[in-house]
């Protein structure tokens, strides 16, 4: 009996260990106005890029102006962060007539893309030692 309980707690603390290997991500959401709402704080892997699904995130009701730290304990590896102020709180993230977001958003690189984000250009890396970023968000004015 006293093997099976020794194995069971190897096998349980090598599917532990990958987790504890993981690094931190520190986001900071910069420029936040008081629009009411939620800000939501995606992160995605590469192959839940620009959908609805992410590996983590973290939403803040009614949040206020100024800035708002997140934090993130991931596997190392690339990921995006994108932020999306549902500033009328009804789940869709606004287009205008033209197209443009027409709620505030934010990610890594946005205020340099030219054209539609792609993962190369917005992503970060995270080591085991953790990463930190910010990015303002853009709000149509």
Known sequence: MRHARTTTIALAAALIAPLASAGTLTFTVDGVEARGGTLYVGVQTEEQFMEWDGIEGESIAEP??????VTFDLPAGDYSVSVWHDQNDDGDFGLSESGMP??????????KLRGAPTFEAVKINVTDAGASASETVIYPR
């Open 64 to 69: 206020t102006a100024g800035s708002h730290n």
């Open 102 to 111: 027409a709620e505030g958003w934010a990610m890594l690189n946005g205020t």
